[in-house]
């Protein structure tokens, strides 16, 4: 292929793999401060304080992923980061994104909460990983061959490499 479009697909799995990195690590913030306000480590205020500033960005990181693959026409990762999206909206549109102080408490939420970030977290690792291979298969594959090193080889030093 084409070196800008070479690079440019290799920037997209860069892109994504930050993108991925960032929601797993939100994902694993809300771990830790559901399981220490289960542990009485935060109170439901603070938790709710914290949790609630976050959770629009998620979305947005979400959302911004989302369109990246699908512009980028890679369309497994369009298929499995829909059903993610979905809730989302579902929880944006109808108004229960946010968690409520007073209800959190209530051991049935709060084990919805954890559950549902344990599951949000895995599926982000999983993309991560996931994004992680796709970079170095691509890297390897298209970027790192001898006619392209040899290319760059020249490009830089004047003569071909082999």
Request: charged share 15%; glycine share 4%; with cysteine.
């Amino acid at each position: 292929g084409d070196w800008p479009s070479m690079l440019l697909e290799f920037a997209l799995y860069v892109v994504l793999l930050c993108i991925a990195g960032a929601l797993t690590f939100i994902g694993v913030y809300f771990v830790i401060s559901l399981s220490d306000l289960e542990s009485d480590y935060l109170n439901p205020t603070d938790l709710c304080q914290k949790l609630n500033q976050v959770v629009l960005v998620e979305y947005g990181i979400h959302i911004f992923s989302v369109f990246l693959v699908l512009v980028s026409r890679h369309w497994f990762y369009l298929v499995i980061n829909l059903p993610l999206l979905a809730y989302h909206v579902h929880k944006f549109v109808n108004q229960r994104y946010l968690i409520d102080e007073a209800d959190i408490l209530r051991p049935r939420v709060l084990a919805q909460a954890k559950k549902e970030s344990y599951i949000k977290t895995s599926f982000y690792g999983l993309l991560f990983f996931a994004y992680t291979y796709c970079l170095l298969s691509y890297a390897f594959t298209s970027l790192i061959s001898p006619q392209n090193l040899s290319a760059v080889f020249k490009g830089l030093f004047g003569r071909p490499l082999l």
